[in-house]
């Protein structure tokens, strides 16, 4: 709940793509106005979009009915996540969430700790206690969501191209 309206996680349907997808468009329009690019104009492109929906992988958090997130939780493994500078805390099945986004119009409303919430307790309901996730080195404001919700940081990753700060959760 949030200001007393009900918030869910659900799969993104594949007739919320386009939705989903300008989410994402608008969280990599944020990143920049923030002074950096981790996300390019062609990463995370519709078809990845597409792809995680069509694939299970593709989540939104809805408020009132209406999308305000759009995140990937992947179980299958990340395999960017085998070689890392430090060490994870476990070795064991986990989630990865990847391509994280809140609308503009519900950020600032504490959404990423919902959804991260809401995602540990997917991970649990499917018997996974174990959550990763990693960010690049100028994007401060989602080092500091992951670290409010519980992640430590584990050391460095090598992913879409370039080193990112790599951490995990323990559910």
């Known amino acids: 709940m949030q200001n007393g309206k009900e918030i869910i ?40 979009i597409l792809d995680d929906i069509e694939k299970g992988k593709g989540y939104v958090l809805k ?29 064991e099945s986990y989630a990865t969430v990847h391509r994280m986004a809140i609308s503009e119009e519900f950020r600032g409303k504490g959404l990423a ?12 309901q499917k018997g996974v206690r174990y959550m990763r996730a990693d960010t690049d080195y100028p994007n401060k404001r989602m080092q500091h969501i992951l670290e409010k919700n519980g992640f430590v940081l584990c050391g460095e990753i090598f992913y879409q191209g370039g080193g990112r700060l790599a951490y995990d959760k323990l559910l």
């Open 9 to 48: 996680l659900a799969p993104a349907q594949p007739q919320e793509l386009e939705t989903c997808y300008a989410v994402i468009d608008s969280g990599r329009k944020f990143q920049k106005e923030q002074g950096f690019i981790q996300w390019t104009d062609d990463y995370p492109s519709r078809e990845l």
């Open 63 to 91: 408020s009132e009915g209406r999308i305000a997130c759009y995140l990937c939780i992947d179980f299958d493994g990340e395999p960017a996540y085998l070689e890392i500078k430090g060490a994870w805390r476990r070795e």
């Open 113 to 124: 700790a919902q959804a991260f919430g809401l995602a540990g307790e997917l991970c649990l």
